[in-house]
């Protein structure tokens, strides 16, 4: 009698529902492995979110200008954005098939989506606000929040405070986890790098005062891709 045991097949990474369930779980141990040796991230976006703002900041605040008109400001926010999406999509579309090549497509795929996600962000506002409860002079609970959630927290009193972290928390899990997996699944990597460069435009531009003239476009794309 011969046994003949099951073979794993390469062929499963393909399917993206996969590995957006294989992406999680490493992402979960990574978030707790951060967590337990710094206690509350310096900053708990994630990384192409970090680095989308880093490159982006500097632009939106030359010409994000409160003085100009509100049109004047969103067909400025409106070619960002457009220019953005360009640059940020056709190098996925250069540098994807050539990585495809060499057989790490898979990998290609994983590393974006783990750089797009973050699965315990939602904490982070929570225990920066116990933290702030706890001691209002520390200044690191404040930096972590403001980062997460692109706001000014020095009008706000410990009962706006306690609304701010909920909503943080609340977003993070919307913004930052369901939304971009939901979109690699039917989308794949160009979905998730579009959607990231239009919620840093539309966080960073409007933050919790509502949503500035310049984000228009790019509130309209995160608006479409939540929705779904």
């Known amino acids: 009698m011969t046994i003949t045991l099951p073979t794993f097949s390469f062929e499963l990474f393909q399917d993206r529902a996969f590995l957006a369930l294989l992406t999680i779980i490493a992402v979960c141990v990574i978030d707790l492995m951060r967590m337990a040796l710094t206690r509350t991230p310096a900053d708990p976006r994630p990384v192409l979110e970090q680095l989308c703002d880093l490159l982006l900041a500097p632009v939106m605040t030359r010409l994000n200008k409160k003085e100009r008109s509100d049109r004047a400001r969103a067909i400025r926010g409106g070619i960002v954005t457009l ?16 990585i495809a090549g060499f057989g790490y497509s898979a990998v290609f795929q994983a590393l974006v989506l783990m750089g797009s996600v973050t699965a315990l962000g939602w904490l982070v506002p ?3 606000l116990a933290a702030i409860l706890a001691d209002p002079k520390a200044p690191r609970p404040y930096i972590v929040m403001a980062r997460a959630s692109y706001s000014n927290l020095v009008p706000l009193d410990d009962a706006g405070m306690i609304r701010h972290a909920v909503g943080a928390a609340l977003r ?34 409007g933050a919790d005062a509502g949503p500035a003239p310049f984000a228009t476009l790019a509130v309209c794309v995160v608006g479409v891709c939540v929705a779904l």
């Not at 993070?172 to 579009?194: K, N, Q, S, W, Y």
């Open 83 to 98: 220019v953005a999406l360009v640059c940020i999509v056709g190098a996925d579309l250069f540098v994807h098939p050539l």
């Open 126 to 128: 929570l225990k920066a």
């Open 172 to 205: 993070a899990v919307i913004f930052r986890l369901m939304a971009p997996l939901f979109l690699f699944i039917i989308g794949g990597v160009p979905a998730v790098l579009a959607y990231i460069i239009c919620l840093v435009i539309a966080m960073r531009a």
